[in-house]
Structures are given as C-alpha cells and as structure tokens.
C-alpha cells in the first residue's frame, strides 16, 4: 500500500494525549513498552473527507461516536483500567492535528494518490489511527502500563482498488484462523493477517490469477474475514455477515451498509456460509473503513505451500445491480450525504477560524524550526524528542451529541454482540 517510511511521512504531525503534538519523527514509544514486545495495545481505524472549496478544503470525521465507543469497549473488555477521553477532547485533538499539518489547505502525500474515487465525485480522504499503548518501559507480564492514547493521521487514497467493475480476487488463507481477543480490535490479531498478506504476495508470483486480498475462515470452515474488512455475502435479496460468535469483528461499516439495506427493502441478518456457498452467492464484497465496499469476483482455494488447487467464482460479483446500488449509497453517506442521518462532524464547527489559521501557521514555523536544526535528518527516528505542548481548547460542535445519540440508537455495537 503505502511505503511510510520516508521522511515525508515523518514530517508529519500526530498527537499524544490530548496536549502534546510531535513531529512524527520526533516520537517514540518506550523501547521496553509491552506494546513493543507483547503486541499490547488496541485501536480503531477512522476516515476524515476533505471536499475542496475553493481555496480551502473542509474537513469532516466520520462516524467518531461509533469508534469511541468500540474503542471504550474494546479497553473495558481487556480490563486496561482506563477511562479513555472524552469523545470531545479526542476529535478536538484530531483536528488539531489536521490543522497543524495544514490539511484545510492541501492534502498530499509525495507520490501517492490522495482522493478517493466514486461516480458521484471525488474526494481527499485522511486515515485517522487512534491507539492506546503502553507508555512505559517495564518488563514482565505485571508490570504496569501506563496507558497512553496517540493519533496518527496519514493522507490516503485506495486501499484496495478493483481491477475492474467484477471485483477482485482473494485467495483463502490455508489453515483456520484463531484469535484469542476476535471480537476487540486489539494488534495482536494483525499478526496472522500479515502474515497471510506476505504469502499471497509468493503465491501471485507463480500463479496466473493474481489475488489482493486474503480471506480467513474460522475452525468449522466458515468464512470469517478479510485481513483488515468484515466480509458480506448477498444472496436471493438478504444480506449476511459472520457474527462476531464466529470470530468476527463488530464491524462500523457494515452497520451502516446494512441500514441502507434495510432501506431500500433488502434484509440483513448474521449468519455462516462456507467457500463451497461462494458459487451460489449473487455477489460477496469486503466492509470497512479504509477498504470501503470491495466486490469479490474470485476466492482461490491454496494448499499448504500456498499453490492454488481449486478457486470459486460468485454469480455476478461486482457487476450485481443491487450491491451497484448498495455502494453508490454507502458512497453518498460516506461523502456527507444526510439521507440516513448526519455521520459527520467537521473541523470547523470544533475550530473558528482565526484559531485554524494560528494553528497552520504554528505547525509550519515548528516544523521548519526542525528541518534548521536537523538538517542531516535521513528518515531515521534518532532524534530528541520535540513537541508542542497546547493546553486543549474545547468547543463542542453543535448537533454533536444528538447526532451520537441516534448513531447509539440505532448502530450501537451492543446490537451487533451476536
């Protein structure tokens, strides 16, 4: 996907807790952190769209109630024994961070596509990671972690494009996936995913039908997920999803994908299929928020060395008229669309404008002062540490906190508990 490894990346600005604002490069985490050594630390993965207006860019956060409260759940579920931020003081921080980096202004990332692209027009998208790590340098399995939340923002475009209006090919991971934590978006279930990714990219080299993603299925040889998505199959006019029992996340994507079904007189429901369903399905598609909606046209049965033995095809794949219509909605929604109801809250509702531009003219001066001071900087993470330290400034935005209620209402995670 994206090499963020280079300085560009680096130059970056991210947040941790909610005063505190470093240069991405000017950030490390405790080398002893048993997030480093044990993988523990949890997150969510967010989207902000940007629809240029003239010369600016306005800038909105997709669905944040919906995320905190995974996040929250996710925390209380592994018994971290922390309350977290408030949901205001975290968008706040976010969109601070947005404004350091002057993305109200431009949204680029040297060499990578920017905007996402859909028949109702294009827009900029900023992948919003939150994670909650262990700020503290401790060895042992009981030594205490200190939890910290940070923000990294990163411009992004595609995560996974179709090859065509069909879809694309996934190849199903050889061996059933098991996860200790499946149903909390914890690093430790990345793991095997990345694995999986790693190997499908040996088995494209010597195979002709070249995959994209991976798909897992669980012990009893139901399809689970992809390696980052919730997986849908659409069958005689009803949607179905893997419930979380099955070792699937409580996806936010699909939430959203199943009320617009249900709005256009699709029904939507938890239930199990197996690869030998593949064939029968009118089309399967991967949900969620970095990935959007992705059609599947192809799961590649490998075997143990990754070598393809069988591969089935779904009826229609991506050409399927309604998932056509379920993915040109879901678009509109994800564009700003209030048909549904208001899933956005937006930069400058939380930040006036006089702020936004001390802000954008703060984190230029800040960021030039360090280019002066490090000018042999090589893309390595050896610096001393620098950052802005900002008391928070909190402005709630108007409709905020009805716009989450009728989100919890309706798309709570604790209706998806299955």
């Not at 490069?25 to 405790?30: D, E, F, I, W």
């Not at 050594?37 to 306005?58: C, D, K, P, T, V």
Request: aromatic content about 12%; some cysteine; proline content about 4%.
């Amino acid at each position: 996907m994206y090499d963020l490894s280079r300085p560009i990346v680096d130059n970056f600005y991210m947040s941790e807790g909610i005063s505190r604002y470093y240069i991405m490069r000017s950030h490390a985490a405790p080398s002893l952190s048993p997030s480093l050594h044990y993988s523990n630390a949890l997150f969510e993965g967010m989207s902000i769209a940007g629809i240029r207006r003239g010369q600016s860019i306005r800038l909105g956060l997709f669905h944040p109630a919906l995320n905190f409260e995974r996040l929250r759940y996710t925390l209380a579920g592994l018994d971290f024994g922390w309350e977290l931020y408030s949901d205001e003081q975290i968008i706040e921080s976010i969109f601070t961070v947005c404004a350091l980096n002057g993305w109200n202004r431009a949204i680029e990332l040297e060499g990578e596509n920017t905007r996402i692209h859909s028949e109702h027009g294009d827009y900029y998208r900023i992948y919003v990671r939150p994670l909650v790590y262990a700020n503290n340098n401790a060895i042992g399995l009981r030594a205490k972690q200190n939890p910290e939340l940070i923000n990294c923002l990163v411009p992004m475009g595609e995560y996974l494009e179709s090859t065509g209006s069909e879809g694309i090919n996934t190849m199903l991971f050889p061996k059933p996936r098991m996860l200790a934590f499946p149903t909390y978006k914890v690093a430790s279930n990345y793991q095997l995913s990345i694995y999986g990714v790693h190997r499908m990219g040996g088995y494209n080299n010597v195979s002709d039908i070249k995959c994209s993603e991976v798909v897992f299925e669980n012990t009893l040889g139901n399809i689970t997920e992809g390696s980052g998505e919730n997986i849908v199959m659409l069958k005689d006019n009803e949607l179905i999803t893997p419930p979380p029992s099955e070792g699937a996340l409580p996806g936010i994507t699909y939430r959203i994908v199943f009320l617009i079904a249900e709005e256009m007189g699709l029904k939507a429901r938890f239930g199990t299929f197996k690869y030998d369903d593949v064939e029968s399905a009118e089309c399967i598609f991967l949900t969620g928020n970095a990935a959007g909606l992705v059609p599947i046209k192809k799961i590649v049965k490998v075997d143990e060395n990754f070598r393809m033995v069988d591969y089935k095809e779904t009826k229609e794949g991506g050409r399927s008229s309604l998932f056509t219509k379920l993915k040109a909605e879901y678009t509109k929604v994800a564009m700003g669309d209030v048909t549904y109801g208001n899933f956005y809250t937006y930069l400058d509702d939380w930040i006036d404008e006089t702020r936004l531009d001390e802000l954008n003219n703060l984190g230029a001066a800040f960021r030039e002062q360090l280019q002066l001071e490090n000018q042999r900087y090589d893309g390595s993470n050896s610096e001393v540490s620098s950052f802005l330290q900002m008391i928070p400034k909190v402005s709630v935005a108007r409709h905020y906190f009805d716009d989450k209620k009728w989100m919890l209402e309706r798309l709570s995670i604790k209706h998806y508990l299955k």
